[in-house]
């Protein structure tokens, strides 16, 4: 196997857009916040870029790629990537791309998990804590998934394949990462929010996004970011990576009319919070099927995605848990929509190194090994999360207090704010502008002041 120019190319250019989904998600969450906690929730999603991108040289890629023999864990190494150098990716196959490429692209996967997460937990995380945690979070739980789900093993001149992952190798399918990028995020989300509580007047008030124009920006480059995300995971230029880019495209696109409909019956209007949100649970849906199903059968996942998780997104105030910017109704339920459609309209048609689904003569074996996937990645993430929450909130402090939170987590967390309304009152940011609209006092409830 020699080097591959096209290929190489590919997935370079494919791994810049998968990191320009995570400014995008910050983007994305940080529309959706209340203005006092927009920096915040931005920096969360940076903080995972600096700390994972780290984590990842010194022992994440060994640990999540890394052959220990071990269907369960990588090798554990602190000897970075530096043994990387001038080697072909080797995964469960040779591929013409540098193996410090593979790393990259598959580091940008690492990057945007635990940023996912930070959704369930807006407006009241510590920052050092948070940041604590994606360092526990990742080396416990994302890099021994990764593992399970994304490491084919290693294959020798003779065939032979050694160190895959134990859900690999009993042959789930998860081409981008439903599994373990976005039902393991979700799984977490779910665990944090019951760790930190329920925010000052969950269910009382409305928590209105405070800058629709950003979510859509966010939304917008979320879906641009994916065809790497989807695509780039074929690891060359190829009818694969074709395939993947197509169904994403289209599923995204159904997904988004599916979220409107469901709007526009139950509530009478369609908005655009509901076009972004749609949209980003068809790309969550479409991410583990994109390489195995049909176009037809990847606007058929679309829509269902954006129907049931707008349903599902309502769960929380059933349910009575604070999922803020609902993680878990997206990219938990569209993580388990998109992982278990594979059981059903997975084809070897379009992908000859699949697994026919139920409805093309392969019977329940791969509907079964899909659920498998889905009950293991969901259940880990979350017991993990929920001991390494509590513990973490009984040390450090998890949650920031009542009146912090009230005044705004951006001025007591970094001491800044996004926007800045001095000059239209001649008060300050907490002040003028909202006495003078609202004739509350500073640092009123939260049922009484949204900001």
């Keep these: 196997m020699e080097l591959n120019a096209g290929d190489t190319a590919w997935v370079l250019a494919s791994t810049a857009l998968v990191l320009l989904m995570t400014p995008g998600l910050a983007f994305f969450y940080g529309g959706m916040t209340k203005a006092k906690s927009t920096l915040n ?66 580091l940008m996967f690492a990057v945007i998990t635990p940023a996912l997460i930070s959704g369930a937990i807006a407006d009241r995380a510590k920052f050092v804590t948070w940041c604590i945690f994606i360092v526990l979070w990742v080396t416990i739980v994302y890099f021994p998934v990764a593992h399970w789900v994304f490491d084919f093993g290693d294959k020798d001149a003779a065939g032979t394949i050694t160190g895959a992952g134990w859900l690999a190798s009993k042959g789930v399918l998860d081409f981008a990462g439903g ?23 969950f269910k009382k008030s409305p928590s209105r996004p405070h800058n629709v124009p950003l979510v859509l920006l966010g939304a917008g480059l979320l879906w641009f970011g994916w065809f790497g995300f989807n695509a780039g995971s074929a690891l060359g230029a190829n009818d ?24 526009r019956i139950r509530d009478g209007h369609a908005t655009s919070i509901g076009a972004a949100s749609g949209a980003v649970a068809g790309l969550v849906a479409i991410t583990p099927a994109c390489a195995f199903i049909a176009p037809w059968a990847a606007v058929v996942l679309g829509l269902m995605a954006g129907i049931i998780c707008s349903l599902a997104v309502g769960l929380k105030y059933k349910l009575n848990y604070d999922d803020s910017l609902d993680v878990v109704g997206v990219h938990l339920v569209g993580g388990i929509v998109g992982t278990l459609f594979i059981g059903f309209f997975s084809t070897t048609v379009v992908n000859s190194v699949g697994a026919n689904g139920l409805f093309y003569g392969g019977g329940l074996e791969l509907l079964g090994k899909q659920a498998l996937g889905v009950v293991a990645v969901a259940g880990y993430s979350f017991i993990i999360t929920l001991i390494l929450g509590f513990g973490l909130e ?9 009146d912090a939170e009230l ?38 409830r939260d049922e009484e002041v949204s900001v």
């Design 41 to 106: 929730m931005m920096m969360m999603s940076f903080a995972a870029i600096a700390l994972v991108s780290v984590l990842w040289v010194i022992y994440g890629f060994s640990l999540a790629f890394g052959n220990s023999g071990s269907g369960y864990y990588g090798a554990f190494s602190l000897s970075g990537l530096s043994s990387a150098v001038g080697q072909l990716t080797n995964n469960g196959g040779m591929y013409g791309i540098p193996l410090l490429a593979f790393a990259g692209f598959q």
């Design 179 to 201: 599994t373990a990028v976005h039902i393991n995020a979700g799984a977490a989300g779910l665990a944090l929010a019951i760790v930190l509580g329920r925010r000052a007047g």
């Design 240 to 263: 694969t990576a074709a395939l993947a880019l197509m169904n994403t495209q289209v599923a995204t696109a159904a997904a988004l009319a599916g979220w409107l409909i469901v709007e």
């Design 394 to 402: 009984k040390t450090l402090g998890f949650r920031i207090s009542r």
């Design 407 to 444: 005044e705004g987590i951006d001025i007591t967390e970094h001491a800044e704010t996004a926007y800045e309304f001095e000059g239209l009152s001649g008060a300050g940011f907490g002040g003028g502008v909202l006495a003078a609209k609202t004739n509350v006092p500073v640092g009123a």
